[in-house]
């Protein structure tokens, strides 16, 4: 696995556009959340850094479930990384309860429009659909109970509040995206 940061986009691009098939095959496009705040999420069922902030992620789509959209995003090619498949996310959404949707971006436009290039890769927009946060979840990926600063969760709660981001936004880091050769 290699070890790869979020390229960190400019603050206040749009949000790329994407209609991708769900786990429950059915597709979802942005268009669809209506939210004030938007939280895309590229990540996979394999890479260890989006395993060990998968729980936390779920904690927070069922705390913020009344007011904001959650979306995970799998664009890793699933024909050399079969635990990736669309087949297995709809069993990792199933086994974890997932409170948002989980799509599968097989032609990878989406993760490049985004410039995603880790997992997990996470970025928040207004409810104009301008990037008001990217980077990492908190401050200590691999040990939950040591984490003392809960990033995303300070960057939902100040644009909720329409607020600034006060702190400095840190790369999140991550497996680097299986990109098809």
């Known amino acids: 696995m290699a070890l790869t940061e979020s390229t960190m986009v400019n603050l206040g691009s749009k949000a790329p556009h994407f209609n991708l098939l769900g786990t429950d095959g059915e597709y979802v496009d942005i268009e669809q959340f209506k939210a004030n705040v938007l939280v895309v999420i590229f990540t996979c069922n394999h890479c260890p850094y989006a395993k060990a902030v998968e729980d936390r992620i779920i904690e927070l789509g069922n705390a913020y479930s009344k007011t904001v959209d959650f979306v995970l995003i799998s664009s890793n090619d699933a024909e050399n990384y079969p635990a990736d498949s669309p087949e297995r996310m709809a069993e990792q959404s199933k086994n974890k309860d997932y409170p948002f949707p989980y799509l599968f971006d097989e032609t990878q436009k989406v ?56 702190f400095t936004q840190m790369p999140s880091m991550g497996c680097n995206i299986k990109w098809k050769n």
Do not use: H, Q
């Not at 997990?120 to 040990?143: A, M, S, T, V």
């Open 111 to 166: 993760a490049k429009a985004y410039s995603a290039v880790c997992t997990p890769d996470i970025f928040l927009y207004d409810r104009n659909r301008k990037l008001r946060y990217r980077g990492r979840l908190d401050d200590n990926w691999r040990e939950p109970n040591k984490v003392t600063r809960e990033e995303l969760k300070m960057a939902i709660d100040s644009t909720l509040n329409d607020n600034e981001i006060e």
